[in-house]
């Protein structure tokens, strides 16, 4: 099943008033006149697929998702061309690490081609709402929540899937700008057999603390270290991270189940490894950066996203220690992959992986 049915909002949003909010929209704040449902039952699989207006849900207050939070989501972004044309980026990539999130969660796996057309569907309906500023896209918004109405902790056999999409800016007000890491030592993302690879609520929910701490000593985002022996490196709160060395290799922490499997960070491997530079999935030490970035060995280090693409990291701190990197502002490398990114995503270079899926 890949047909949706149309549902226009009969009070779609004047387009005088439509253009003040994305004037200048920010990041999640403003979002269109429709959304993607489709339903799954045991009984039906997945079924009633729809474009319909934006509107309150309501739901049971025994449903499943409240009580024992089988959900997961994805992120990703619509992005207006250079010939005017709109597009998806790898979306395929998106439905296929929700289909890994579903399985980890017991939860009923959306088929890839639901999962894209959804997100196809949405953009065409809903495509004057990409912002001409800088930065600026269709933030789509898939998840998944469990709907059944049940007391038991089991997987429920029913299921919603929706997307939502929302007008976007720039993630950083000014653009990007080197940011300031807090190093938890108190704190961990993930373990081990846990649910650090899937892209559901419950990671984030419980980063939210760690975060907070980052933020109230005066940095922009935590850092997190491994939960056996709190000596690796592993991600921020909602982004992957690179280490740019002296000899112009890339260094990331290798996906051993901990980590969430970026888009963004796929992506940016595959672009430096075209450019002929080396690219090593490998376990990096809180010693050894602090030492790299002292001795000069790390010359640049970057996290990266969805939301805000590509992020320079200017200084690192913990308990202890404070370190800087590089000069502290954003390195050659990193404003070079960040420039391939975007102009590959905007239409502005060529596309030889066929990552941008057109949709007009």
């Known amino acids: 099943m890949t047909s949706f049915a149309f549902e226009p909002n009969a009070r779609p949003l004047a387009v005088n008033e439509r253009a003040a909010l994305i004037a200048d929209p920010g990041f999640g704040r403003v979002f269109t006149d429709h959304m993607a449902t489709v339903r799954y039952s045991a009984n039906r699989g997945w079924h009633d697929a729809k474009i319909i207006a934006r509107a309150p849900m309501s739901v049971d207050p025994a449903t499943a998702v409240l009580h024992y939070a089988q959900e997961i989501f994805e992120g990703l972004k619509a992005y207006k061309l250079a010939d005017g044309g709109v597009a998806l980026f790898r979306a395929e990539a998106n439905a296929a690490r929700f289909r890994n999130s579903a399985r980890r969660m ?56 929706c997307v939502l999409a929302s007008s976007v800016g720039a993630y950083w007000k000014g653009g990007a700008r080197a940011i300031s890491l807090w190093v938890s030592h108190d704190y961990t993302r993930a373990a081990p057999g846990g649910t650090g ?9 419980s980063s939210l603390v760690a975060q907070a701490d980052a933020v109230a000593r005066g940095h922009d985002q935590v850092v997190f270290l491994d939960a056996a022996e709190r000596r690796y490196i592993e991600e921020l709160g909602g982004m992957n991270i690179f280490f740019v060395m002296d000899d112009g290799s890339l260094v990331t922490p290798p996906l051993t189940g901990t980590i969430l499997p970026g888009i963004t960070r796929a992506s940016l491997i595959q672009l430096a490894r075209d450019e002929g530079l080396t690219v090593r999935e490998e376990p990096y030490t809180i010693d050894q950066w602090r030492a790299d970035a002292a001795s000069g060995v790390c010359v640049e280090s970057f996290a990266c996203g969805t939301a805000a693409v590509v992020t320079p990291i200017g200084t690192v701190a913990g308990p202890d220690y404070q370190f800087t990197l590089g000069t502290g502002a954003t390195g050659q490398t990193t404003a070079r992959l960040l420039q391939r990114l975007t102009d590959l995503q905007r239409g502005r270079a060529p596309d030889p992986h066929g990552w941008l899926q057109r949709i007009g």
């Open 106 to 161: 017991a939860m009923a796996e959306l088929p890839d081609v639901l999962f894209v057309e959804s997100c196809r569907q949405l953009v065409r309906a809903d495509r004057d709402w990409i912002p001409d500023v800088e930065g600026g896209a269709l933030y789509l918004r898939p998840f998944m929540i469990a709907s059944e109405v049940f007391l038991g902790v089991k997987p429920a056999a029913e299921y919603l899937f």
């Open 197 to 205: 690879e899937a892209k559901c609520g419950g990671n984030y929910a």
